[in-house]
């Protein structure tokens, strides 16, 4: 059985919006150097778990929190870059948004967009590079 993060992996690149906007540049963790191109990169911001009496040991957390961000890029047209950037996160938080069911080799109770921001330093910074990002904290619940 796969990760939380491998299924959310596959869930992105499962969507046909997001693979014509990225193709296959959806990164978990790290991105590779000198992108150049759109991409999506994402990591876990956190984990929370929710204890009953009655748990089995070592159950899973409750709730998986993701940073998620899409970059747009472009070295000499500044606006493109933000307008793919907008894009990009657009078809992100569509296939996100309150979603229940499959989810890569298993199901999901729910995912929800906690918050899409552009007033955000982003944890991958090419930004002088001319790259935009427009983030987005994504909550999964198995």
Request: one cysteine or more.
């Amino acid at each position: 059985m796969a990760t939380v993060d491998e299924n959310f992996l596959a869930f992105l690149k499962a969507d046909s919006t997001i693979a014509r906007l990225v193709g296959a540049r959806i990164h978990e963790n790290q991105v590779p150097q000198n992108p150049t191109g759109d991409y999506i990169w994402f990591a876990l911001a956190g984990e929370e778990d929710e204890y009953c009496l009655d748990d089995a040991d070592g159950a899973a957390p409750f709730r998986f929190r993701y940073a998620v961000e899409c970059v747009g890029y472009s070295s000499s047209d500044k606006t493109y870059g933000l307008r793919k950037s907008r894009e990009i996160a657009n078809a992100v938080k569509s296939r996100v948004k309150n979603y229940n069911g499959s989810f890569g080799d298993s199901t999901v109770q729910g995912l929800f967009v906690d918050e899409v921001s552009e007033d955000y330093e982003p944890r991958n910074d090419f930004s002088d590079l001319g790259f935009h990002t427009r983030s987005i904290a994504v909550e999964v619940i198995p």
